[in-house]
């Protein structure tokens, strides 16, 4: 009986005293944490401190070949355009240059051919000489016309060779007409086609009056005389 009133006793000394037990413990508690942490804090700041745990060094494979960087072409890159895309046009071939056309002064037969090698008998002069070009034979006041496109150079009179049109056809080729009427029907300068007229026949040419009517052509290419034949369309 006795016994049960002194843990009766102690019960109730607990429960009126409880408070201030759990407040004692809570401090307690508390300080300690403290007293921790602060110990703590003065580990790390200390550099004679031992270190725990184990330290770990990691060294690189020296069989590992080391990979290069890539290397950028220094060359860009081809641009599309849309616009390469489209058909281009093709330009046109060069139009191939036209071949002069030439006609003959005068329809007639060659009474007397080109011959600068072999000497000729000259019924005039009665002698034999060179013939620097062709005699066409035709009628006393017989048109005459321009054997080709050109510019009229000169009209002169000539004193062997009677009343003269000189005719320039360009890259260097140059055409005569000798013997022709006093009044040729073109001047110097002036631009001529093929087959304009620029004369008559005459019969001025002192030294060929012993020949029948005719024209007498002489063409010369760089200041060379050539055959004018060469240049006259077949009859």
């Known amino acids: 009986m006795k016994r049960s009133t002194l843990w009766q006793r102690v019960g109730d000394f607990i429960v009126g005293k409880g408070f201030y037990i ?12 403290g007293y921790y942490l602060i110990s703590a804090i003065d580990r790390a700041d200390d550099p004679g401190q031992t270190v725990t745990g184990q330290a770990q060094v990691v060294v690189p494979d020296a069989q590992e ?18 616009k390469n895309t489209q058909p281009q046009p093709q330009p046109k071939p ?4 036209q071949r002069p056309v030439y ?8 009474i007397s051919d080109f011959s600068l090698e072999v000497l000729a008998y000259d019924q005039t002069m009665g002698d034999w000489r ?22 009229v150079s000169r009209v002169y009179e000539d004193d062997l060779m009677g009343t ?21 029907t073109v001047r110097e300068g002036d631009q001529v086609v093929t087959g304009t007229v620029i004369g008559a026949v005459g019969d001025t040419a002192i030294v060929e009056v012993g020949r029948p009517s005719h024209l007498h052509l ?18």
């Open 94 to 97: 060069a139009a191939a240059p």
């Open 65 to 82: 070949p080391e990979v290069p960087p890539a290397v950028k072409s220094q060359t860009p890159p081809p641009v599309v355009s849309a």
């Open 164 to 184: 003269t049109v000189v005719i320039d056809h360009g890259q260097g080729l140059v055409s005569r007409y000798h013997n022709l009427t006093q009044r040729p």
């Open 22 to 33: 759990v407040l004692f413990l809570c401090v307690a508690t508390m300080g300690a944490s």
């Open 130 to 151: 060179t013939h620097s070009g062709v005699d066409i034979a035709a009628e006393a006041g017989t048109r005459v016309l321009a054997m080709g496109n050109g510019t």
């Open 103 to 110: 006609t003959w002064p005068v329809k007639g037969e060659v």
């Open 218 to 235: 002489e063409v010369m290419l760089d200041e060379r005389t050539v055959d004018p034949l060469d240049y006259l369309p077949e009859h």
